[in-house]
């Protein structure tokens, strides 16, 4: 039996110190290899489950046997995800059995019962989360690869080991997942879809522009696609029949705007055919009589509601309007329908009219007014590029403004991310041009 120290105060306690005998010398190496192995097995479950898309694809691609082991164990996740949690949880019993044996054996607290019990837990509990947890789970995230391919054939052992249990746990949590299955699919968010879009790899890229128009068509508002007022074609009311006339010859739009005195006193909208059978008629032609009630709509109106109203008025165009009920724009089912199918051309629209032209590989010429919805998909960027510095700019043009805080000259160039901005051209303290440069990955490389 082990000799006795003299009895020592210990952390301001009254305990007894026993000797350190070879038995328990072996216990604490026991113990320290659980608790590597404890590390490793947590360390493969972020590992192995937080593989971005092209981390697996770089896997799949390599031709070594660890890779090929990995491959199949993701393709029975449900499987490996049970049997570490198996294995985890009887390791760091096994350790906290083991810890408060070999505490016990080498410090008695018989005359402090419940301070000896605290300090087991808190010393126990701080060794196993530290190196056992902690440690080993930010090492994976930082090279999860590395560690997937290390533990690629241990983890297949493991697999074996618990199969039996983990599928009696994979049966029971079945049952339970098929009736909560309709309310977690209701639950599903727009960046879940977005991802399993990326994930399906559809077989065009036309088709995923479409897929993920779709899941972004309800985040998007009025104001992201509206043609904004400086842009907008009206007549006043009083304007004259000749007038209307020419200004309808120069536009070519099918539907023109009607106000008095100001957009911001928009009175209807003026469907052109309606004016078909008064094509000759006199200068003094009360045309005012034809314009129809218009439709106005909030700036922050969410354009799949919209285009349900649209379909059930049966209406093809409707005012946006501010908070003060000024005029901001106007938004068309054409504008809509673009934000799904992508750019829709007809017969009124040319190629010189386009809001950008690409000078070379890496530099753009785009139109200020150009909607910053219109301009992340030119790059196939997320629609959140620019959320920290964007403010309540919607176009090219507001966005430079917000970046610099103040109006631009000719000249002056801005940077944010990957964009290099230079203002072309101005025209009244509007900016007309700006000149874009994106840095590529690639280049980068």
């Known amino acids: 039996m082990a000799d006795s120290f003299p009895d020592n105060m210990f952390l301001g306690l009254d305990v007894t110190f026993h000797s350190f005998s070879i038995e328990l010398a072996f216990l604490l190496l026991t113990i320290i290899v659980l608790i590597v192995v404890s590390g490793l097995i947590a360390g493969s479950e972020v590992a192995y489950f937080s593989l971005s898309l092209s981390d697996k694809n770089k896997l799949s691609k390599k031709n070594s046997k660890s890779a090929g082991v990995a491959v199949r164990l993701l393709s029975k996740s449900d499987y490996l995800l049970s049997a570490i949690l198996f294995a985890s949880g009887i390791v760091n019993v096994a350790i906290v059995i083991l810890s408060g044996y070999l505490i016990n054996s080498t410090v008695d607290f018989r005359s402090e019962p419940t301070a000896g019990l605290v300090f087991q837990i808190v010393a126990i509990t701080l060794v196993l989360l530290?190196?056992?947890?902690?440690?080993p789970r930010i090492l994976a995230a930082h090279r999860p690869l590395r560690f997937v391919l290390f533990m690629a054939r241990p983890l297949v052992v493991i697999v074996r080991l618990f199969k039996p249990l983990s599928y009696l746990l994979i049966s029971s949590s079945s049952l339970i997942s098929k009736r909560l299955f309709r309310r977690s699919m209701r639950n599903i968010s727009m960046d879940d879809l977005s991802e399993a879009i990326d994930i399906a790899e559809p077989k065009s890229q036309e088709s995923r522009n479409i897929l993920k128009g779709i899941v972004e068509f309800v985040n998007t508002e009025a104001s992201e696609i509206m043609t904004p007022r400086l842009d907008v074609v009206g007549v006043d009311v009083s304007d004259s029949y000749d007038t209307l006339r020419k200004t309808v010859f120069e536009t070519g739009y099918s539907r023109i705007l009607a106000y008095e005195d100001s957009l911001d006193n928009v009175k209807g909208i003026l469907y052109i055919k309606d004016l078909l059978p008064y094509l000759d008629e006199k200068s003094t032609?009360?045309?005012?009589?034809?314009?129809?009630?218009?439709?106005?709509?909030?700036?922050?109106?969410?354009?799949?509601?919209?285009?349900?109203?649209?379909?059930?008025?049966?209406?093809?165009?409707?005012?946006?309007?501010?908070?003060?009920?000024?005029?901001?724009?106007?938004?068309?089912?054409?504008?809509?329908?673009?934000?799904?199918?992508?750019?829709?051309?007809d017969e009124s629209d040319f190629d010189e009219e386009k809001d950008y032209v690409m000078l070379d590989g890496n530099t753009y010429l785009f139109e200020g007014k150009t909607l910053l919805n219109d301009f992340v998909k030119v790059f196939e960027e997320a629609e959140d590029v620019f959320d920290e510095v964007r403010g309540e700019a919607e176009t090219l043009a507001?966005?430079?403004?917000?970046?610099?805080?103040?109006?631009?000259?000719?000249?002056?160039?801005?940077?944010?991310?990957?964009?290099?901005?230079?203002?072309?051209?101005?025209e009244r303290r509007r900016i007309k041009k700006v000149k874009v440069t994106i840095q590529h990955k690639d280049d980068e490389e």
């Open 130 to 135: 530290l190196f056992g947890q902690m440690m």
């Open 285 to 345: 032609f009360g045309w005012a009589s034809l314009i129809r009630n218009p439709y106005f709509v909030p700036e922050n109106k969410k354009i799949n509601d919209l285009l349900e109203e649209f379909q059930a008025k049966k209406i093809h165009l409707a005012v946006v309007v501010d908070e003060y009920g000024g005029t901001c724009g106007i938004v068309s089912l054409e504008d809509i329908l673009e934000e799904i199918v992508g750019e829709i051309s």
């Open 398 to 426: 507001g966005l430079l403004l917000e970046i610099k805080g103040d109006f631009l000259q000719k000249g002056e160039e801005l940077a944010f991310g990957d964009f290099t901005f230079r203002v072309d051209s101005i």
